[in-house]
């Protein structure tokens, strides 16, 4: 099972909000770790959008708008990456990392749609 | 503005090694530790590895035995090295920086098909 796991695709419209999560396999509490953000655009690198630990740890990334949050869900033992206010530019692929001692993990992404 | 411009073979057959640079233009070398990351095609990313500018390098456990990263800090320049290729090595190899765990740089991707 992977350390990981993002469902392959969410979809959701104009206007709305949407919630992505990121699951961490049950040997790896969701307490211990930042969860960084990514999103990827097709044809071009990864950016990063920010990393959340807690809400008094935690940091935007650089020209991130706010409508982009980060949450934990401790029973589901998942990252949430919450997206308020949807535009057709934040259709793109999001990841979620997380750093397990000295290596890093990456999940397998999320596609989202803007429809 | 920083920088990243990477480049290396795009083509290898199976069993060579796959052998990229990365050259840093514009900013420190030091006080970051910088980032190989791989993106099969239409597949999601995967994690290489990374090393700092005194050679101290974190690899990922599932390549570990066929990576081999270094650095030359003379040129503002790291490498990466990948042996005994296969097709699942094909994939778009990015370099990066990476800052307290944020990789906020990343190269412009270089594409790597392995193929007999």
Known sequence: QAVLTQ???????????????CTLRSDFNVSSYRIYWYQQKPGSPPQFLLKYKSDS???QGSGVPSRFSGS???????????ISG?????????????WHGSTSVFGGGTKLTVL | QVRLQQWGAGLLKPSETLSLTCAVFGGPFSGYYWT???QPPGKGLEWIGEINHSGSTNYNPSLKSRVTMSVDTSK?????????????????????????????????GTLVTVSP
């Open chain 1, 57 to 59: 740890d935690n940091q």
């Open chain 1, 72 to 82: 934990k869900d401790a029973s589901a033992n998942a990252g949430i990456l919450f």
């Open chain 1, 86 to 98: 949807l535009q057709s530019e934040d259709e793109a692929d999001y990841y979620c990392v997380i």
């Open chain 2, 36 to 38: 190989w990351i791989r």
């Open chain 2, 76 to 108: 503002n320049q790291f490498s990466l090295k990948l042996k005994s290729v296969t097709a699942a090595d094909t994939a778009v190899y990015y370099c990066a920086r990476d800052f307290e765990g944020v990789v906020g740089l990343w190269g412009q």
């Open chain 1, 7 to 21: 469902p392959s695709s969410l979809s959701a419209s104009p206007g709305a909000s949407a919630s992505l999560t």
